[in-house]
T-cell receptor, first 114, second 110 residues
Framework: DGGITQSPKYLFRKEGQNVTLSCEQNLNHDAMYWYRQDPGQGLRLIYY???????QKGDIAEGYSVSREKKESFPLTVTSAQKNPTAFYLCASSMDRLYNSPLHFGNGTRLTVT | QKEVEQDPGPLSVPEGAIVSLNCTYSNSAFQYFMWYRQYSRKGPELLMYTYSSGNKEDGRFTAQVDKSSKYISLFIRDSQPSDSATYLCAGGGYGQNFVFGPGTRLSVLP
């Protein structure tokens, strides 16, 4: 079945540690995205990538980093510089960003930093 | 003013009712609109994807877009307890990233 796999489902880290969230898709989509979801707020875009080896900052990129070395994979690193990292992180992909193809989401990673 | 606004609810309806969920947006460049259903601790699931103004129907779901008033709606007919979830709307324009509303929590009571 085609889809987006995020791992792990739950992640616990101590303050000051970097942590990497995994996102893999087998939909053959060109574009991939990372969103953060907090209670009562809409999905906020962290980073997006339209093609391999290219990525752009979204609305809240500070304290995060990404890479896009393969079409299928778009890992997100939450660095110690992110002031409030505890949140639900969602990865998405779409066939094409320019023409607003619909986004398909994974089931998320809940990160808790103490 | 946020680009996409939704009443957060919660909205409670009896089983079998017609549900109306609504969003307003401010960006005139939006031409593409989406509705998602999100269950607790899960990722959003795409329900409807529409372009420009008009209606689109899929089973019990109807999406309606009125670009003149910048208003989008999702109607759910014969609502079921399994429809209890948070519903997210989103709008986007050519070359722009989609902007999401905060979601409306729906509870369908048996």
């Amino acid at each position: 079945d085609g889809g987006i796999t995020q791992s792990p489902k739950y992640l616990f880290r101590k303050e000051g540690q970097n942590v990497t969230l995994s996102c893999e898709q087998n939909l053959n989509h060109d574009a991939m995205y990372w969103y953060r979801q907090d209670p009562g707020q809409g999905l906020r875009l962290i980073y997006y990538s339209q093609i391999v080896n290219d990525f752009q900052k979204g609305d809240i990129a500070e304290g995060y980093s990404v890479s896009r070395e393969k079409k299928e994979s778009f890992p997100l690193t939450v660095t110690s510089a992110q002031k409030n990292p505890t949140a639900f992180y969602l990865c998405a992909s779409s066939m094409d960003r320019l023409y607003n193809s619909p986004l398909h989401f994974g089931n998320g990673t809940r990160l808790t930093v103490t | 003013q946020k680009e996409v606004e939704q009443d957060p609810g919660p909205l409670s309806v009896p089983e079998g009712a017609i549900v109306s969920l609504n969003c307003t947006y401010s960006n005139s460049a939006f031409q593409y609109f989406m509705w998602y259903r999100q269950y607790s601790r899960k990722g959003p699931e795409l329900l409807m994807y529409t372009y420009s103004s008009g209606n689109k129907e899929d089973g019990r779901f109807t999406a309606q877009v009125d670009k003149s008033s910048k208003y989008i709606s999702l109607f759910i007919r014969d609502s079921q307890p399994s429809d209890s979830a948070t519903y997210l709307c989103a709008g986007g324009g050519y070359g722009q990233n989609f902007v999401f509303g905060p979601g409306t929590r729906l509870s369908v009571l048996p």
